[in-house]
Each structure stands twice: as structure tokens, then as C-alpha cells.
T-cell receptor
Framework: DTAVSQTPKYLVTQMGNDKSIKCEQN?????MYWYKQDSKKFLKIMFS???????INETVPNRFSPKSPDKAHLNLHINSLELGDSAVYFC???????????????FGPGTRLTVT | DAKTTQPTSMDCAEGRAANLPCNHS???????VYWYRQIHSQGPQYIIH???NNETNEMASLIITEDRKSSTLILPHATLRDTAVYYC??????????????FGQGTILTVHP
């Protein structure tokens, strides 16, 4: 079974549209993250949720809105898509409980978003 | 989080040890050294982490200098599947920024047959 899954894997859409990416983890973790990897391959954190509470919110346009319906899911909704939003978006999860070894993050396979 | 410096790229022959260096001269006493790698088109994968002591697991070994200003990730017997970008990350595990991974450019390791 896939530990961290994302849907869709590929997403092609036009400027101005609204789209969502879904993430689910079956690891029993209590913390989930969204990362963005741009065309230059830089990987940057966007958001983090712990037990459905937003704990990290980097400087991200408010067109991006994360939503965590429960601990196992963290979705990313993007309004009014722009060309610069084209990137690969990775979801990850980890646990705050236990020794620091549990803090390792497990990443999903990524969603390649292309805005035309 | 402290900044890290890694070589842009390295080559290694299959079956030989790959030694990937990382400089983190501004690391503070309560920051950990983490290593992740990203194989082409996949999500990053955790490899190993350490605070002061050298660490070893089934994937790699981590050697941290006594002053903690640098470290080396060792893949003892590199295979073609180890070709990836390797990221050295210094990470603080407390406070509001805990859990945050700050990725740099990493080292592109290419393992040759």
C-alpha cells in the first residue's frame, strides 16, 4: 500500500481556473506538509498542518488554501491559477510523537501542475 | 536554520563508496543534520540523521566532525539506483519551525557502471 498518495499525478489547466490537489497518508502520522518544486528544482515548504491545525504558513499567495478535513488528509486548493504556479507539488507527512527519528518526513510521488 | 554548502555534482563508480560532503559551519548546538535524496521525478526520501555522534543504518553512514561544522554521507557500495540529488539539511526540532525542511541545491550524484 502507498504510504503517501496524491491525486492527480498530472494536472494541466488554463490560467484563471481553480483546481485542487488531494493528499492522503495511511501512516497514522499527525503532521502533513505541502512543498513546491519549481522548474529550477528548488524544493520549498508551503504549509504544514498538525492535527488539522495550521502550524507553518510560508510566504505563499493567498490564492493557495490548504484544507485538512482530518489527520490523514491535506488538500491544496489553488484559485485563479497563474503561469508561475506551474511546478511539481509534493505532499509529505511525519509524526511529532516519540524520538526525533520519528520526525522524518515521508513524501508522496508529486503532482505535476502545468498552467497554460 | 543554518545554511549548508554542498558540491554541485559528484561521480562514483558502481560498487565503490560514495562520500558526499556537507559544510554547515554555522550550525547551533541543538540543530540536527539530516540527509534526504531525490531520485529523478520522485518525492524526496529520508536517508539518515544525526546530532553529534556518527550514525549508520541500512542505507548509509553519517560522519559528523567533532566541531559539528561539517559532515559526510557515505554510501558504502554505490549502485546505479543511488543516482540522485542528495540534500544535506540542518534542522531545528523544536519551536514553531520544527519539522520544517529547508532544501538547498543539493549534490547530484551520478553512479557510473
Amino acid at each position: 500500500d502507498t504510504a503517501v498518495s496524491q491525486t492527480p499525478k498530472y494536472l494541466v489547466t488554463q490560467m484563471g481556473n481553480d483546481k485542487s490537489i488531494k493528499c492522503e497518508q495511511n501512516l497514522g502520522h499527525d503532521t502533513m506538509y505541502w512543498y513546491k518544486q519549481d522548474s529550477k528544482k528548488f524544493l520549498k515548504i508551503m504549509f504544514s498542518y498538525n492535527n488539522k491545525e495550521l502550524i507553518i504558513n510560508e510566504t505563499v499567495p493567498n490564492r493557495f488554501s490548504p484544507k485538512s478535513p482530518d489527520k490523514a488528509h491535506l488538500n491544496l486548493h489553488i484559485n485563479s491559477l497563474e503561469l508561475g504556479d506551474s511546478a511539481v507539488y509534493f505532499c509529505a507527512s511525519s509524526s511529532r510523537r516519540g524520538r526525533e527519528a520519528a520526525y522524518e518526513q515521508y513524501f508522496g510521488p508529486g503532482t505535476r501542475l502545468t498552467v497554460t | 536554520d543554518a545554511k549548508t554548502t554542498q558540491p554541485t555534482s559528484m561521480d562514483c563508480a558502481e560498487g565503490r563508496a560514495a562520500n558526499l560532503p556537507c559544510n554547515h559551519s554555522t550550525i547551533s548546538g541543538n540543530e540536527y543534520v539530516y540527509w534526504y535524496r531525490q531520485i529523478h521525478s520522485q518525492g524526496p526520501q529520508y536517508i539518515i540523521h544525526g546530532l553529534k555522534n556518527n550514525e549508520t543504518n541500512e542505507m548509509a553512514s553519517l560522519i559528523i566532525t567533532e566541531d559539528r561544522k561539517s559532515s559526510t554521507l557515505i554510501l558504502p557500495h554505490a549502485t546505479l539506483r543511488d543516482t540522485a540529488v542528495y540534500y544535506c539539511i540542518v534542522r531545528y526540532l523544536r519551536g514553531t519551525s520544527y519539522g520544517k525542511l529547508t532544501f538547498g541545491q543539493g549534490t547530484i550524484l551520478t553512479v557510473h557502471p
